[in-house]
Every structure is written in C-alpha cells, then in structure tokens.
C-alpha cells in the first residue's frame, strides 16, 4: 500500500529524473532536448504514481491537509516549466522549477501533515476535487511566471514579457474558475457566496493583482517601463503565497473556514 511512510524513495527517484531533466535541457544549446522532455516526463509519472496511490490508500482526495497541497504544487511546478521549457526553449527554467518543487519535497518529508482518513462534511462536494487542484495548479503557473520576472528583472530585458503574458492570462483562467467554483460550493456547504473570510480577502486581493498586471499589459506600457510589469508579478506571487499558506499564521487564522486542519 502507498502511504506516507514511501514518500521519501518515490521522492527521491523523481527529484532525480527532474534534476537529470534539467541538466539535458542545459546541455543542449538550442532546441528543446528529447533526453529532458523523457526524463522529466518520467519523474513526474513516478511522482503521480505516489499521488494515485496515496489517493487509493487514504479513501479521499489527498487534498485535505496543507502538506497534501505541496505534494500537488510540486507535481504541478514540474509539469508548467516542463510546458514552458518545451515552449518558449528556456533551458534554465527546467532546473528552477526543480529546486522549487524539490523544496515543498523537503517541507513535506519534514512536515507532511499525516491526518486520519475521514472529510468532514462541507469536504464531502463534488466541487472539492477541481476547486483545489485547479486553484494549485494555477499557482504553478504564477511560479513558473514569477520565475521568468525574476529573471528579466536581474537582465534587464523585455524578452520575457510575451511567455509571462500567456501564463497570467493561463493563470488566471483557472484561478478564476477556481473562485467560482468556491463561491458555489460555499453557497452549498454554508449558504453563502462570498463572507470576506482571510482566505477568500487574500484570494481577492491575488486575483487583482495579476488583473492590474493583465490590465497594465493591455495597455501597451513603453519599454522603459518594463519593471512595472515584472514588479506586479513579483507582488502577485507574494499574495499568492499568503493565500495559500500565509493565512494560518494570523491571528484570527482559527476563525476561517478555509484553514487547514
């Protein structure tokens, strides 16, 4: 059975294809390297193995705790800068989304959050499942745009600008209908839409931000002002993170109904 206590050799095995991944894309000067594509594919196959069966074993989506989420943005980090490397040919972001995804990797063998079985009733929707891995797999993409603004902020180019367009406009497709898709399970679960809970304050102010840098794009900004653009990102992907995890350290963290528990 596929449980927590085989984390760590089907981490290990996958961190490995991914790292080896990476240093073929590096490798290869132009073009996209076959040798990256496969190794990386099978690492995530490998990770997505322990993901299923972690699933079987636990009767329930992996989804309900803060350690399960990681084990999900890891798997999602690797298969966006897998779409952005075959795409755009960045060799180097291969090697970033690794080390991001190897980084929750850690936090969860350290911390994986292991809790009994059972999803208390408001869990129990058939809007559970996409609202949370479509609102994950969102934030990979954010990750993988948040990497190419960090990168055109230390050269000082533009060159970025067009791939970090279609991953916001990516990004916020399923963010969005991943806060629809809570507004109508809340509507089921609690009777209401939208109650300004931490959670659902930062997810408003996350989705703005990448809306003004959408916003500011469509306006068709001069190239002396392309930091503005990269900026947004960079304050888009710290909300983000607030959003995500950083909500649990407030105050009134125990209140929410969005807390992980």
């Not at 989304?97 to 911390?111: D, L, M, P, R, Y």
């Not at 990750?143 to 970025?160: E, M, N, Q, R």
């Not at 609690?190 to 102010?205: H, I, V």
């Amino acid at each position: 059975m596929i449980n927590w206590d085989v984390f760590l050799p089907f981490a290990l095995v996958s961190v490995i294809l991914w790292g080896i991944g990476a240093v073929a894309a590096f490798r290869k000067s132009e073009g996209c390297s076959r040798a990256s594509v496969v190794c990386t594919l099978a690492g995530i196959v490998v990770y997505a193995v322990f993901v299923g069966g972690l699933w079987t074993s636990l009767s329930r989506p992996p989804l309900r705790t803060l350690g399960e989420t990681r084990l999900w943005y890891s798997l999602f980090m690797i298969v966006s800068g897998l779409i952005v490397y075959i795409r755009w040919r960045y060799r180097w972001i291969q090697m970033f989304s690794t080390i991001v995804a190897a980084v929750f990797i850690c936090i969860n063998i350290a911390k994986p959050d292991i809790h009994d079985q059972t999803l208390m009733p408001a869990l129990q929707s058939a809007w559970f499942v996409p609202h949370v891995t479509v609102y994950i797999f969102s934030y990979s993409v954010f990750g993988c745009a948040f990497l190419l603004a960090v990168s055109g902020l230390w050269h000082k180019t533009d060159k970025y600008l067009p791939s970090t367009d279609v991953l916001v406009n990516i990004g916020m497709a399923f963010l969005t209908f991943g806060m629809i898709s809570g507004c109508i399970w809340a509507k089921q679960a609690w009777g209401s839409y939208w109650t300004w809970d931490p959670k659902e304050t930062w997810a408003a102010a996350t989705w703005c931000a990448y809306l003004v840098y959408i916003h500011r794009r469509l306006g068709k900004s001069s190239k002396s002002d392309i930091t503005i653009p990269y900026i947004t990102l960079v304050i888009g992907f710290l909300l983000l993170q607030m959003c995500w995890y950083g909500v649990n350290f407030l105050p009134n963290a125990a209140a929410s109904m969005h807390s992980y528990n």
